[in-house]
């Protein structure tokens, strides 16, 4: 992830940290005082509240340091949350005073103008390195293991299922040897397949990059294109990175980067775990245990 595609995020995940934290601190430490000046609303309700914006401070701060997408969509989508329950309290009559209408009121349009800016920040993100109306995820994961060794794992195409608790099965249509234009045929639990053909397989880069045929009547996902790959390269003790990224053309021409944006949570838990099992096989030990499970799965 670029710095500059992610700044827009961090400086609107900093400042729903400055503000919840602060708010949060004076509804706790001043409670009784808040509530007299609001209006009804008694004291042990103002320190709740106050404790439960620490809480959300506290996860802001968690996402900030590691900048995930879905967990910045689940703190905007709180920040709504907050926004549609406590605006319809200033319509209630007698609850609040003039002074807690206004600050209710004030604190919603700032919520919800962090909200909205790091939803922008979200969609920076998935924008850099893509051409306008494609949007871009990747995922990079160090390893322990010889570059060669892991990218010999990674290259044998049709073996992915082993690796993966999103997949039930997966071949290369063909014959068993990878090359260009050999096209794997994955399933996933619930039954799916998609076919992703080979575009580029480079053994001196460790790189191997797919054209999902999108295009298929029973492609189960809901984009209008789709590629995407795996690299390979060594780090400076003797390990690995591994990258893989996805290109993506979602079929909604607005709004469709939302459904992108959902789409990262289970890639970037899947993954990872998907990597680990193939480092192990490559260090030849004994791969994680993995459940089957219905998560959306590329492969």
Known sequence: MAR??????????????????VSGLVAVLSGSTVAGMVGALPAWAISGIGVGLIAFSVGISWTLARIRIGYALLISGLDFLWVL??????????LLTPV??????????AVGGLGLLQLAGIRAILS??????????????????DPEKLWRVI????AISRYSAGLSASRLDGGPAAALGTVRVCTNTQGQSWAEEVETLDDDARLVSFRFRSEAKDFPFPLAALS???AVTPDAEGGAFVEVWWLVRPKL???????VALMTVSLDRSFPAIIAAMEADALGARAPAHSRTHALSYC
Not at 253 to 259: A, F, M, S, T, Y
């Open 228 to 230: 995407g790959g795996w």
């Open 100 to 109: 807690g209408t206004t600050t209710i009121v004030l604190l919603a349009l």
């Open 128 to 145: 850099e390195g893509a051409e306008p109306g494609q949007f871009r995820h990747r995922i990079r994961v160090g390893s322990s293991s």
């Open 85 to 94: 329950t406590t605006l319809p309290l200033t319509f209630i009559p007698g």
């Open 4 to 21: 500059n595609s992610a700044l827009l995020l961090k400086v609107a995940l900093g400042l729903n940290l400055a503000l919840s934290m």
């Open 155 to 158: 290259r044998d195409l049709g």
């Open 253 to 259: 021409r607005h709004g469709g980067w939302l459904i």
